[in-house]
């Protein structure tokens, strides 16, 4: 006897999916979704080359073989399912990448990959087709993060993006697919069932940055089983027992009714945070403080005694521990105090910040060293948009104090980074990589996505190998 239930929110949240179409759309939303993919290529791009990237590279073809699907950036290629999974490592490879600021989640890490491998499937997307399924990618994975109270995943160790980024792989992949809302729900709940991600990750692991990856392929194969008439779990939001929410929201009570809050009204597509640094999102907050501090101040940073951090329960307990020599770059992009230290030192939190002659500088160390980092219960109880405060004091030398208060960082909602700084963040990151003309020709191309009559035209621009952004390897200069 199955158990069933006689209302939720999985059928409606399908049936939505199934029924998305271009004209249901906002214009405003449609040009945010083209130029966040474009963010995304950039990230993927930056992550293609770097050092643990390749060792990535070396191990998942190795596993899978060549294949026929682009791995970007390489010159290479692999079987469906692990060019999504290194694609999507890539797009998180360097800490670049978009997140939602509610429900925290890299939404192009799983978008992206999954719309160039499900192309390449079905032998040809169409632009319009493949832009329709990235916003309900984007919609989808931070609903079902708010239904589970979003960043409260974080204080409690999972890895949220991947415990929530399988639905939005899923329904990416299905959309693309053309499934009708039946198998829609057994693409989610296949991909509820893999669901998974421990944010102990985040100390020194290579996982971490595969972790979306995970996801991603997991999502991608839920979609290829559904299509094919294999049956995942009904309602998977809905069941009492076993179901998605009800263990992952266990003794935490979760909202099931954010799952389908505000479809097709509230755009979670113009939420999605834009990143200005190169660390996790709960560091751009004390990142900002910083760079503000130290440029109207003019401070000096041998001249800071003490540096005091306070912030809420998420972004403490996933970005705070006392960092130990050696640090990796994961750890250091994880790690309020190094993130403090370097923007303090250095004005600006970006990939010359985490070299390994960087990482072990003596200098960065010596501040390190006079980092307190504070859980201020008051910002965590304060309202929702203040929850995610960061408060930054210097003490000097002098007896001077500077204090400096971040709210909501720059790309945040009521803050967001416009299109014209989400191109200039393109250039800027892909351009010393490749050659001026390939670098137009994907501008184009991304922004122009609705044109194409195939964004497989997408993939040929982003197959062939880049340099490397840490080391100078030559791509196809």
């Known amino acids: 006897m199955t158990e069933s239930t006689t209302s939720g929110v999985t059928v409606p949240l399908v049936r939505w999916v199934e029924q998305l179409t271009p004209e249901q759309i906002p214009d405003a939303v449609l ?25 990535a590279t070396r191990a998942v073809l190795d596993l899978e073989g060549a294949g026929d699907v682009a791995v970007i950036g390489t010159g290479r290629t692999t079987s469906a399912p692990a060019a999504v999974l290194l694609n999507s490592t890539f797009v998180q490879g360097f800490e670049l990448d978009d997140f939602h600021p509610l429900a925290p989640l890299h939404s192009n890490s799983l978008v992206l990959p999954v719309l160039l491998a499900t192309a390449h499937h079905l032998g040809g ?15 989808v994975g931070p609903r079902v993060g708010a239904a589970l109270h979003g960043a409260q995943m974080l204080s409690r160790g999972w890895h949220s993006g991947p415990v929530f980024g399988t639905h939005t792989a899923a329904v990416v992949a299905g959309k693309l697919r053309g499934l009708d ?15 998974a991600g421990l944010m102990a990750a985040q100390y020194e692991a290579m996982s971490k940055r595969m972790q979306h990856g995970f996801a991603a392929r997991n999502g991608y194969y839920a979609a290829g089983l559904a299509a094919a008439g294999y049956t995942g779990i009904k309602q998977v939001f809905d069941r009492p027992y076993g179901g998605y929410l009800a263990v992952f929201g266990e003794g935490h009570d979760p909202d099931p009714a954010q799952v389908v809050a505000g479809l ?72 309020l105090g190094y993130a403090a230290a370097v923007a303090l030192l250095d004005g600006q939190v970006l990939p010359p910040q985490f070299t390994a002659e960087r990482l072990d ?111 100078g390897k030559e791509g196809d200069r």
């Open 31 to 55: 040009s945010r979704a083209r130029h966040l993919l474009l963010d995304g290529v950039a990230c993927g791009l930056v992550g293609a080359q770097l050092p643990w990237s390749r060792v």
């Open 125 to 139: 997307v169409s632009g319009p087709d493949a832009l329709t399924a990235a916003v309900a990618g984007f919609e």
């Open 181 to 195: 809302a039946d198998r829609l729900e057994d693409a989610v709940g296949m991909a509820g069932t893999q669901s």
């Open 264 to 335: 097709g009204r509230d755009w979670q597509t113009e939420v999605i945070m834009v990143k200005s640094y190169a660390a996790q999102g709960g560091l751009h907050g004390v990142v900002q403080a910083a760079l503000a501090l130290r440029d109207e101040f003019a401070i000096d940073p041998k001249t800071v005694s003490r540096i005091e951090i306070r912030v809420g329960h998420a972004i403490y307990h996933h970005g705070w521990w006392t960092p130990e020599r050696p640090l990796t770059s994961i750890g250091a992009q994880m790690n």
């Open 361 to 471: 500088a003596d200098e960065v160390w010596d501040l390190l060293g006079r980092v307190e980092v504070v859980l201020d219960e008051a910002i965590e109880n304060a309202s929702a948009r203040e929850r995610f405060a960061t408060e930054l004091t210097l003490a000097l030398d002098d007896g001077t104090v500077r204090r400096r208060r971040v709210t909501e960082p720059h790309g945040g909602p009521s803050d967001p980074v416009t299109d014209a700084e989400l191109v200039a963040k393109y250039r800027s990151l892909a351009g010393p990589l490749m050659s001026a003309a390939r670098l137009d020709a994907i501008q184009r191309a991304v922004l122009g996505i609705d044109e194409l009559s195939d964004i497989r035209e997408l993939t040929e621009l982003l197959a062939a190998p880049v340099a490397g952004a840490l080391d």
